[in-house]
């Protein structure tokens, strides 16, 4: 049996994972990366719009900082999101930034002097600073109050792997792709690896390291519908629930992109409406402003995707052989703009629906886009509950998010989490406590599992097909567990998913080749996703209020005072059919920004008990300080400089905002 | 999906694709034709027919896509001859008939799958495509240094490349020499000698790619530049470097 050894195993070669990679590699830890493809095909390339980072280098940006991204981030959450986190990702944001501009990220910049855009259908002349000429640019994005989306192009995601993949290929960083872990090894208290399975030749090997790293992505495959990759099937997630230890935190939090081209589901990028874009119904009408008069367009994606659906279901969609759909519409931005700026938007119009978007309009409904939820831990980034396992990006829950998340706030957040969780990493391999021998022998007994399971899936003659159970939890998840959601239909669902778990025991495979054998792929990942979809499905039903992307029609409400909690599952055994649910209360009297209204959607909601208190506490500082600087009065709010680890520590230097040496 | 042609009366059409299909895992194979027949639908992709072969007819078939939407370069191979990107290939472009076949040059891994990844971190690793800088790290609380924004765009424009291999599965020079750079090569060289955060020199890049296995093997044939699925503009760049690296 073949066995590797690391310090550091990272699950994942998207931008999380290298970028951990990268910062235990510089710490002098021995750093591989396993990765299901070539690392530079991780959907991270599939980014588009942007990364947010508050620079203030555009007009429209000044007056930008780490204060005014955080309430961004935290209304963005719909206050699910743990507000040091939170603090700790926009003080690193802007270093992230500058750090991909420094190993040569080609970040479009800024060209000082007047020019046009459209803002709310009108052209309006923007004047940028001289003095900004050649900094990076940003655009405007949903949910956030000033301009601060860094952009190359539209073509970000590409630009920003391909330049931290080309950096941690100059550190000499070992990636093994077209590598599958199936299964982590731990002892119930700590995880020493995984087991790895060799997708061309079948092979499984115990790949054992000191310090073990999911940045596995997200499970948008769970749905019919999706923007994701094919790969998006959120098998990190899988590994850390099967551990029956790792808990999974608010899995029910899954966000819908408005604008996924219909009916394929492939992304057009939020920049589109950012830079202008409108979305029209079946008359040619703008009925955005109809049901958001502030924000328009450019209220939060939950927001805008259940407006859309709303429209439609008020018979104002466009009727097609496959559905429903309504209309985007950037002609008024001008064939230049596009073919400059949205480039890759105009590629896929003309690629997959054969239209030319600088004339016509692009069919678009919403899609599953981003998964929220994902493996829960501390800030640090390391799971409370199994030591030495850490995760980061799309499927950590360290919880940025909360319940919606930003666009441009995740790839962001991808290079900022790789940034400080990958300094905690390399901070658990120098303790001594943690440089035990490890454990071969119980590596081998994981591996003896797996190829066990493995054989008694090809073994067995059964009926059912993994395709075909596969799309129908796709479909069930679509139709039960999506954009509206309520008691009845997520039970159902419920149900229905656990007969397909049960089915699943019963799949025969066409073809018994132990390498490269598709079918045998699909049949155990459908295993694991359907106990994410179970996870999901569960921790909607239960939680009966509204929040974020989650939105119940029999809870039309956001309910603070019994809702104000993390969902935690954790799957028991390997016979259960249901997680078991747990809940973390969120601490309002910690909170720098107390619940209240996001300043978009719904207004009404119940007020936690300790809401008015803390309230009253915050603007006391506040009013009290009113002569400190802005880093005292945030220092005294909601003190969390101690969590960031030094190499990301230190003020965000604007042009606006000179360093005091 | 609804599976008809739209609604003209016409019987719904119907596609061939004869598929070269070997797997080397399993010596006991050899390369063989094989061909399944798929009813057309509207917008259907190549992404989508492959699928609905492979779920259908026969899971033993191979191949790669990942983000489906022409933006990972995963999922190139030979259609009817021609290398391309299969997720962006509409069937209703495609005639009756149609043959797939793996990537050439690249190690096959079976049937349409190759392993482009290995040979681009080779490639990459080779020609040290990444920005060299003799500065200590830079301190990351300071505002960035400052780019022209038309060299910015300049530099992305050449950073569009998706590695996917349909250049060098075109080229003439690869087909006779394992050991060729190939356009995806010369773009990533282009790149950064344009990039004035790296501060190697011609000297320096005449060292990479200075000879036969570099700008001196191509053999401007140029088929590289007319299936580059993402327009990068191969043929002058590499016009571009053979003139500066005669001079280096
Ligand atoms: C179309 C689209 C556009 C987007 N645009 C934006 C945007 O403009 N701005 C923004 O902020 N965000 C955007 N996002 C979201 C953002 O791109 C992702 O959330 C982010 O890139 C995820 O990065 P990651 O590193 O966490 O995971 P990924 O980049 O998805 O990487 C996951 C990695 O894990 C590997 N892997 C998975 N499972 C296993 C396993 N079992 N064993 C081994 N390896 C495994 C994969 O091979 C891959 O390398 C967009 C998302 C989509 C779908």
New binding site residues.
Partial sequence: MKTVVTDVLV???????LRMAIAARSRGHEAIV????P?KR???????????AALANVTRGMGDNEDVHFEDTVRGSDWGADQIVARMFVNTAPKAARELAAWGTPWSRVRGGEREVIINEERVTLAERVDAHGLIAQRDFGGTKKWRTCYVSDG??HAM?FTVSAHAISLGIDVHER????ALIHDGERCYGAV?RNLITGELTAYLSRATAL????A?RLYRVT???V???G??HA?ALETGVAALGNMEAIQFHPTGIFPAGI?V???CRGDGGLLRDVDGHRFMPDYEPEKKELASRDVVSRRMEEHIRAGHGVSSRFGPHLWLDITLLGRRHIEHNLREVKEICESFLGIDPAEQWIPVRPAQ??TMGGVRTRPTGESPWLRGLFA????ACWDLHGFNRL????????VVAGMIVGEYIADFCDKAENRVPLPVTLGEEFVKREAARLEALLGHSGKENAFHLCAEMQEIMTHHVGIFRQADALQAGIGRLQRLLQRSRDIGLTSKTWGANADLVAAYRLRRMLKLAITIAHGACQRTESRGAHFREDFPRRNDQDWLKRTLAFWPDDDAVLPRLDYEALDVKQMELPPGWRGYGAKNYVEHPDTPARQAEVEAIRTQMSDSDRFAVQHALMPYADKLPSACEGKNERLEEPLEE | MNNTTSGSGLPPRHISFDILRYNPQDPATAPRMQTYRIEDADSMTLFIALNEIREHQDPTLQFDFVCR?GICGSCAMMVNGRPQLACRTLTRNLPDVTTLAPLPFFELIGDLSVNTGKWMRGMSERLQTWVHTLEPAPDLRKIEARMNPDLAEQIYELDRCVECGCCVAACGTAQMRQDFVGAVGFGQIARFRLDPRDVRNDEDYYALIGDDTGVFGCMSLLACHDVCPKSLPLQTQIAFLRRKMAVA
């Fill in positions: 699950i994942g070669g998207g931008l999380a994972g396993l990765s299901l493809v690392p991780s959907h991270s390339a599939a980014a588009q719009g942007g990364m947010q970000t995601g792997l590598c599958e872990a199936l790895v940045a596995t992505g997200g948008g923007t994701n990759a790969i998006c099937e098998m990190g590994l992304l990028t939020e920049g886009h981003y980061a990006g799309e499927a666009g441009g706030n995740s790839v962001a957040e991808t | 939407a």
